[in-house]
Nanobody, 115 residues
Framework: QVQLVESGGGLVQAGGSLRLSCAAS????????MGWYRQAPGKQRELVAT???????NYADSVKGRFTISRDNAKNTVYLQMNSLKPEDTAVYYC?????????WGQGTQVTVSS
């Protein structure tokens, strides 16, 4: 099993920046892909960005050019640098770790962008 703890959410004005962190513990050797997802009120959870153990990244079109996902394997931590934030980025952001055939989710961290 893998346990995930997110941090770094908060309230920011439009155009501002935040960096989210997700620290993994447990059976970390088995983790392949890690990612960030978000869920806004009344909406389904959606993919924001993923990164594989080899460093390949994938982004939702809505965040390309504004968000950057990175991974520090030595610290077992994945980051999401969010720049040029928009009110529509407001959501609970969740970290996910895939270690086939299982996956784990963090508890989520709130990001609120005011206009």
């Amino acid at each position: 099993q893998v346990q995930l703890v997110e941090s770094g959410g908060g309230l920011v004005q439009a155009g501002g920046s935040l960096r989210l962190s997700c620290a993994a513990s447990g059976s970390i050797f088995s983790i392949n892909t890690m990612g960030w997802y978000r869920q806004a009120p009344g909406k389904q959870r959606e993919l924001v960005a993923t990164i594989t153990s080899g460093g390949s990244t994938n982004y939702a079109d809505s965040v390309k050019g504004r968000f950057t996902i990175s991974r520090d394997n030595a610290k077992n931590t994945v980051y999401l640098q969010m720049n040029s934030l928009k009110p529509e980025d407001t959501a609970v952001y969740y970290c996910k770790a895939d270690y086939w055939p299982l996956s784990s989710w963090g508890q989520g961290t709130q990001v609120t962008v005011s206009s």
